[in-house]
Each structure stands twice: as structure tokens, then as C-alpha cells.
């Protein structure tokens, strides 16, 4: 009796640990089908997804835009400027469930029909959603003949927090202390064109200060053309080797490029 009771309970642990080992092979599946996917759409928009959520980032291009992709569950804006609030493209795409986030001053611009969806953020807040976190950094210009394009808190640029991932959007900025104090970004999104933001240069400046893992020059057309990214991937690179430069098509139907 003793050994028909022992074979019992070692088949029935036996049982329990291949449900468990089934278990931790979904666990890990699941983990790794929660990768962040990058979409470029043009200039500072882009789409981000990431666990069945979509995040559209400044949009603009109107609906054609986006008619490949999956319906935004969230939409960030960063400033009051056409290329990052584009009240014709909010309107034209499906925005019904959506949540909006956005600094103040955008809240202010949008319709009254948005504004209840919209969670207004001011530099320095942070908010926890169900597929990530995000923490408004401030985003303004500090060479004098630039005052005037972007002032220290109207606008937001984010960092967003994807499971263990930190991802960085500088919005219209130029290389501000508290960029430089960030820490343990895996992904930044780095804006460099004049005169409204900064020069190849300060980008990597301050790219090689707060040592991003990845980082992904974007907004980067200005009144005179083109920054040279190339430049800047040189700059970093030539200090270390430790940041990977990933340059996407963020123009893809400009052909001046």
C-alpha cells in the first residue's frame, strides 16, 4: 500500500510540474511577443506598439496616414505647433476610445469634444496607465534668438515606461539640464534642427551625457534643409561605442532627402 500511495503522489507531482513547466513557457512566450514596434510616420510623428496597445505620437498626415495601422488607444501631443498638433488629422482619425495626453496649452487649443478624453500633464507629473507609465519632462530652447520658438513649460516631451523599457521623447528642445539628468533610457528620440531646436552637435552633446542605450535622431528638417545626421551618428560614435545610432525614414516622401 505504502508504494501504490508513493507512485500516486509522485505522478501526481509529475503532472503538477509539466503544468507548470507549460505554464512558464507561455509566461515567456507572452514576454517576448511584448516588444516595443516602432513606426516612423513622418518628422516628430510616429506610432508606437506595445502589448495590443497603440500609441499615436503627434500625429499628423491626415487619416491616410494611418490607415495601415491599428486604431490609436492613446494619443500623445507635445506642443501647440502644426507639426505636433494637427487638429485636422485628431479629427479625421478614429479617436473614439482614445485617450489624449498633452500639456496644458494643447488641452487649451483642443476642441471641447477631445477635451474630456484628454488628460492634461505639466512638466515634472507622471501618470500610470494599464500598458505603461509616463513622466512629462520639460522641453524648451535656451539660445536667445530661439526664446520665442519654445518656452519652458508649454510644451512636454515624455519618458514612457514599457514593462522594464524607457523610452524617451525630446520633443522641440534643445539640450536642457534635465535631459542631461535623465537616466537609464534604453530609447531616445532626439530632435535636432534649426533654428527651431539644436544643432547636430549639441544633440550628441548631450546624447553622450545621459548615455541612452539607443538612441533614433527624428525632427530633424529645419528652414534650411536637412541636419546632418550622419554627423551626429560620427560625433557619438567617435566617443563611444556604446550607444547605437538607428536612423529610420522619417521622410519617406520628401524628395530632397
Known amino acids: ?11 501526481t507531482l509529475s503532472l503538477l510540474a509539466c503544468k507548470n513547466d507549460k505554464k512558464t513557457d507561455t509566461d515567456k512566450k507572452n514576454s517576448q511577443s511584448a516588444e516595443l514596434k516602432i513606426t516612423p510616420i513622418e518628422h516628430a510623428t ?3 506598439e506595445y502589448n495590443g496597445k497603440t500609441i499615436y505620437v503627434d500625429p499628423t498626415g491626415g487619416k491616410e496616414a494611418f490607415e495601415s495601422l491599428p486604431k490609436a488607444d492613446y494619443i500623445l501631443i507635445t506642443d501647440i505647433h502644426s ?14 476610445t482614445a485617450t489624449i495626453i498633452a500639456p496644458e496649452a494643447v488641452y487649451e487649443l483642443l476642441p471641447k469634444n477631445f477635451r474630456q478624453q484628454t ?3 505639466i512638466n515634472g507629473s507622471k501618470v500610470d496607465y494599464e500598458a505603461f507609465s509616463i513622466e512629462a519632462i520639460p522641453m524648451y530652447n535656451l539660445r536667445e534668438e530661439a526664446l520665442k520658438y519654445h518656452s ?7 519618458v514612457l515606461t514599457f514593462g522594464k523599457e524607457r523610452i524617451y521623447i525630446s520633443g522641440d528642445t534643445e539640450d536642457i539640464p534635465e535631459m542631461r539628468k535623465l537616466q537609464n533610457i534604453d530609447k531616445a528620440f532626439i530632435c535636432m534642427n534649426l533654428p527651431y531646436t539644436m544643432t547636430v552637435e549639441s544633440a550628441a552633446d548631450a546624447v553622450l551625457n545621459f548615455k541612452p542605450m539607443q538612441v533614433y535622431p527624428y525632427h530633424y528638417r529645419g528652414t534650411e534643409g536637412y541636419s546632418d545626421v550622419e554627423k551626429f551618428k560620427a560625433i557619438v560614435n567617435e566617443k563611444t561605442k556604446d550607444i547605437e545610432v538607428i536612423q529610420l525614414d522619417w521622410y519617406p516622401n520628401d524628395s530632397e532627402k
Open 119 to 121: 488628460e492634461a500633464m
Open 46 to 48: 510616429m506610432v508606437l
Open 152 to 158: 519652458k513649460g508649454r510644451g512636454n516631451g515624455y
Open 83 to 96: 507639426d505636433h498638433l494637427h487638429l485636422n488629422t485628431i479629427e479625421a482619425i478614429e479617436t473614439s
Open 1 to 11: 500500500m505504502k508504494i501504490k500511495y508513493a507512485l500516486v503522489i509522485f505522478f
